[in-house]
């Protein structure tokens, strides 16, 4: 079974920065990769970015192409998501969870984090 730990989340002005950490204990040599998901305030919990187990390619939700980064350090079986020049708009709680399909859809992951807020001030 795989536990999924979240932070760095935190307050910051538009255009700031922060780094997720997605830390996993438990064994994950069995799902397709791991995703970012969000979920603001009265509204549905959205794809924001996925990497791929297999061969380290990723995805991304075209709300934050070019401004967030997913990766990943095996040895401490953490997955990250950097995030750059951040909008009001990307206020919310950031969910990691193991993805047991090549799929973007929240349907196809488990395992899913407790969350971490992330608060951008305009």
């Known amino acids: 079974q795989v536990q999924l730990v979240e932070s760095g989340g935190g307050l910051v002005q538009a255009g700031g920065s922060l780094r997720l950490s997605c830390a996993a204990s438990g064994r994950t040599f069995s799902s397709y990769g791991r995703g970012w998901f969000r979920q603001a305030p009265g509204k549905e919990r959205e794809f924001v970015a996925a990497i791929w187990r297999s061969d380290g390619s990723t995805n991304y939700a075209n709300s934050v192409k070019g401004r967030f980064t997913i990766f990943r350090d095996d040895a401490k079986n953490t997955v990250y998501l950097q995030m750059n020049n951040l909008k009001p708009e990307d206020t919310a709680v950031y969910y990691c969870?193991?993805?047991?399909?090549?799929?973007?859809?929240?349907?196809?992951?488990?395992?899913w984090g407790e969350g971490t807020q992330v608060t951008v001030s305009s």
């Open positions: 969870a193991v993805a047991r399909a090549l799929s973007l859809a929240s349907k196809s992951y488990d395992s």
